[in-house]
Every structure is written in C-alpha cells, then in structure tokens.
C-alpha cells in the first residue's frame, strides 16, 4: 500500500509554477514545457493553479522583498511532500539583479530548494530535467511522510484495540 502511494505521487506529479518578477524568459521556455513540442504531461505531470492541489512548485525570477511574503505563502499552502525547483540565474541565485537594494537572492533564501536549474533563460529541456531530479526527492520524502502517517495509523488502530 504505501508503495503504491508513493509511487502514483511520483507518476502523476501536479506542478505549480510561480513567478518571482521574472523578466518573461524563464516563464516562456516553462510554458514551452507544457507545449506538444516538449509535452511534460507525458511524464504524467500536470500543470495546476492551486498550491493545495501541487507537488511540485516552480518558481523563476529573483526574490525581492516584496514578493518573498507571497512565495513563502504559497510554499506553505503545498502538502507535503513537496519539493521546489528553482528556475535560471535569477531563481537559483538572484542573477544580475542580486545586488540590487530590493533583492533578497535566490530562491533559497526564502524555501529550501530541491533542484536547481542554470542557464539565463535555461532550455526547456534543462527544466525538465530539474522536475525529474526532484522528482526522485520527491519520492525519499514520500516515503517519510508515508511512514509518519501509517505509524499514527497503526497507533490508532492499536488504542482503539485496547478500549
Ligand atoms: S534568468 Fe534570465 S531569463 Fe530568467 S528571469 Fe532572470 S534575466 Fe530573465
């Protein structure tokens, strides 16, 4: 049973994508994953709007210190597991912008991030390979979470045992 949980999680992953106050580049070439050319829904990956519903969020552009308040917001909506994926030079590191007054940095200056993924704009074939590595994180974390649940469950079934 558990196996089979983390195994469905990890075949039909929902994405959520978020733009930190990207310049566009890196959203097209996310878009473009999402286009018949490169078609990430083959992998079972679906692109969704509500982050109660993703196991996946992407985010590109640089954290600022008006935005980094929403992109936490939105990481703690998510259910875990969940893993993040930071997109292009602004994403991982806060690119040519990061010594600007407003800019926090990277990504993980404000979440832990799972993969990351170089490149100004990067290829959509560089995403798609940042999605599968946090993929496999995805799955080492479902374990644990799936572990954490059957173990109340298992505790549960045993107190009502003993009444
Ligand atoms: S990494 Fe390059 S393409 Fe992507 S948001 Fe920054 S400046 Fe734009």
């Given at each position: 049973?558990?196996?089979?949980?983390?195994?469905?999680?990890?075949?039909?992953?929902?994405?959520?994508?978020?733009?930190?106050?990207?310049?566009?580049?890196?959203?097209?070439?996310?878009?473009?994953?999402?286009t018949?050319?490169?078609?990430?829904?083959?992998?079972?990956?679906?692109?969704?709007?509500?982050?109660?519903?993703a196991?996946?969020?992407?985010?590109?552009?640089?954290?600022?210190?008006?935005n980094?308040?929403?992109?936490?917001?939105?990481?703690?909506?998510?259910?875990?597991?969940?893993?993040?994926?930071?997109?292009?030079a602004?994403?991982?590191?806060?690119?040519?912008?990061?010594?600007?007054?407003?800019?926090?940095?990277?990504v993980?200056?404000?979440?832990?991030?799972?993969?990351?993924?170089?490149?100004?704009?990067?290829?959509?074939?560089?995403?798609?390979d940042?999605?599968?590595?946090?993929?496999?994180?995805?799955?080492?974390?479902?374990?644990?979470?799936?572990?954490?649940?059957?173990?109340r469950?298992?505790?549960?079934q045993?107190?009502?045992?003993?009444?």
């Amino acid at each position: 049973m558990k196996s089979l949980i983390n195994k469905s999680r990890v075949k039909s992953p929902w994405l959520i994508h978020f733009d930190c106050g990207s310049c566009n580049g890196c959203d097209i070439e996310v878009l473009a994953c999402l286009t018949p050319v490169y078609d990430i829904e083959r992998f079972g990956i679906l692109n969704v709007g509500n982050p109660k519903h993703a196991d996946i969020l992407l985010v590109t552009g640089t954290v600022n210190h008006r935005n980094k308040k929403a992109l936490k917001n939105v990481y703690d909506q998510m259910p875990e597991p969940k893993v993040v994926v930071a997109i292009g030079a602004c994403g991982t590191t806060g690119g040519v912008f990061r010594e600007a007054y407003n800019v926090v940095g990277g990504v993980d200056k404000v979440i832990p991030v799972d993969a990351y993924v170089s490149g100004c704009a990067p290829k959509p074939e560089a995403i798609i390979d940042g999605v599968i590595i946090a993929l496999g994180k995805l799955a080492e974390k479902g374990k644990r979470v799936d572990q954490g649940i059957f173990e109340r469950l298992e505790q549960t079934q045993t107190n009502i045992k003993k009444r």
